[in-house]
T-cell receptor, first 115, second 114 residues
Framework: EAGVTQSPTHLIKTRGQQATLRCSPI?????VYWYQQALGLGLQFLLW???????NRGNFPPRFSGRQFPNYSSELNVNALELEDSALYLC??????????????FGPGTRLTVL | AQSVTQPDIHITVSEGASLELRCNYS??????LFWYVQSPGQGLQLLLK??????LVQGIKGFEAEFKRSQSSFNLRKPSVHWSDAAEYFC????????????FGSGTRLQVQP
């Protein structure tokens, strides 16, 4: 069974540009989560999508946005890039939450570098 | 709000020695607890999880963890460490309500000496 996939592996942008990161969940999973792992800041929750809807977001500015497509894949967009956006962006997927807590499985990440 | 503390930033053990990585959590209800491992530049791999039931859980790669409610701890153990275990280990807690996001500890970097 294929795991969570993310593209691209690496992305280099300059300040002020926009970045688009992509994630494909495990087959059968409908929830997608995005996390940021920045140096010195640890792993922080960004966004949660389920069944095409944004269900919740972490403490990040609105220039971090995304969407989930009908096939449950997801896109994370970061507008007006700042140097501190440089980080490893991790996508995770899980079954649709029906109660309790569903295990999240992570992809390999996209390394975003902002120059 | 939940929180996770991993008191040890960096641990060095000799190959073949036993290992214990500490994790303390703060959460009002019964927690959903996880240990993940991350090799440099890679994503997170799930080692094991605790939802309910037996407080000693077995995971992949010979790891186990014990949930102790009285101590709010979920420590990870391995009886004999291999050089390939060198990586960063994250403890995490999940909530069944609200944002359903994982809250991670700051991680423990494990170095294995030959």
């Amino acid at each position: 069974e294929a795991g969570v996939t993310q593209s691209p592996t690496h992305l280099i942008k300059t300040r002020g540009q926009q970045a688009t990161l992509r994630c494909s969940p495990i087959s059968g999973h409908t929830s997608v989560y995005w996390y940021q792992q920045a140096l010195g800041l640890g792993l922080q929750f960004l966004l949660w999508y389920d069944e095409g809807e944004e269900r919740n977001r972490g403490n990040f500015p609105p220039r971090f946005s995304g969407r989930q497509f009908p096939n449950y894949s997801s896109e994370l967009n970061v507008n007006a890039l700042e140097l501190e956006d440089s980080a490893l962006y991790l996508c995770a997927s899980s079954l649709s939450p029906t109660g309790g807590f569903d295990t999240q499985y992570f992809g390999p990440g996209t390394r975003l570098t902002v120059l | 709000a939940q929180s996770v503390t991993q008191p040890d930033i960096h641990i060095t053990v000799s190959e073949g020695a036993s290992l214990e990585l500490r994790c303390n959590y703060s959460y009002g209800a019964t927690p959903y607890l996880f240990w993940y491992v991350q090799s440099p530049g890679q994503g997170l791999q799930l080692l094991l999880k605790y939802f309910s039931g037996d407080t000693l859980v077995q995971g992949i790669k010979g790891f186990e963890a014990e949930f102790k409610r009285s101590q709010s701890s979920f420590n990870l153990r391995k009886p004999s460490v291999h050089w390939s275990d060198a990586a960063e280990y994250f403890c995490a807690v999940g909530a069944e309500t609200g944002r359903r996001a994982l809250t991670f500890g700051s991680g423990t970097r494990l170095q294995v000496q030959p």
